[in-house]
């Protein structure tokens, strides 16, 4: 990610330890952090949700609220809720291979105008599928979220009469990825009250027994007791995207993870349902960035 403006600001070095660049805009902030050498519980917090994305290197997070402990690596997104405190260690930065994380503060208010506007659209009350939870988020993002924010980092950092319009746009966008992605979550995580959050989590449900199988939009439609039409709405209403997409991404996840293991890339590839070894390597490289081979390593 770079442009002539944010490559000559980041170039000016105030400190070693989470350098960073900012650049403001109508309801929100973009800012670079740069760090050139290792430390460790280095303090973050804002008193709005912080979007953030690992571009390179890696970064441990810790969230004593929630006793999390894990690595954060490029692909991935961590979304820290408004005031929650995290403490961060940066174990691989050095002054030839700085750790670089992007970070975008969004206001409360533009996050619940978002909100009101999706379920106001799709006619669902305000305590239905699309509402913020002030919860800690962290998930790899695919490539459409990869690419937003390539985009929005250009439109932050350069000039235009335009630029802000343009950056409302993309803040909407990168906001209704985010609900999509804690709905999401939410539904794997446990059945849901709502009638609606009831039959799409027991299709879910299925998608994630069946993951190596050809996918049945048939079954899928009956166990959401809806028609084929409806069915695709409320499934891309939920998660933007379609079920098949929806499936490839589970299966990519669960490729990652079972690779960071040490599993064989062959195995992991037929044991998903992947047909093709060189089909599964390109998606997961469009996926996380890297081939898989090197993720095993």
């Known amino acids: 990610m770079h442009t002539p403006r944010l490559d000559k600001k980041r170039q000016q070095l105030d400190v070693l330890i989470e350098n960073k660049v900012t650049f403001a805009a109508d ?41 999390y402990h894990n690595a954060f690596l490029p692909h991935e997104s961590f979304v820290i809720a408004p005031k929650q405190k995290v403490l961060i260690d940066f174990p691989q930065a050095s002054l030839n291979t700085p750790t670089t994380c992007l970070a975008i503060e969004i206001s409360k208010d533009k996050i619940n105008a978002v909100s009101e506007a999706l379920n106001m659209q799709q006619r669902i009350a305000s305590d239905g599928l699309f509402e913020y939870t002030p919860d800690l988020v962290h998930t790899k993002h695919n490539a459409q979220t990869q690419q937003l924010l390539e985009r929005m980092v250009h439109l932050f950092s350069e000039q235009g009469a335009e630029r802000h319009y343009l950056i409302d746009l993309s803040l909407n966008e990168l906001i209704t990825r985010l609900l999509q992605q804690q709905s999401r979550d939410l539904l794997l995580a446990s059945s849901q009250t709502l009638q609606l959050k009831g039959k799409i989590s027991n299709a879910i449900e299925y998608i994630e027994s069946h993951l190596a199988e050809e996918l049945d939009i048939n079954e899928l439609c009956k166990i959401a007791c809806m028609s084929r039409s409806k069915f695709y709405q409320q499934f891309r209403l939920a998660f933007g995207t379609t079920p098949a997409l929806f499936q490839r991404q589970l299966r990519l996840q669960k490729a990652r993870s079972q690779l960071l293991k040490g599993k064989a890339i062959s195995s992991v590839c037929f044991d998903l349902g992947f047909n093709s070894a060189s089909h599964f390597s390109r998606l997961f490289k469009q996926a996380f960035g890297i081939a898989p081979r090197e993720c095993r390593h």
């Open 27 to 67: 309801n929100s902030e973009l800012s670079i952090y740069d760090t050139y050498e290792s430390a460790q519980k280095v303090a973050l917090h804002s008193d709005e949700l912080l979007f953030c994305a690992m571009l390179s290197g890696k970064k441990i997070m810790h969230v004593d609220s929630s006793q």
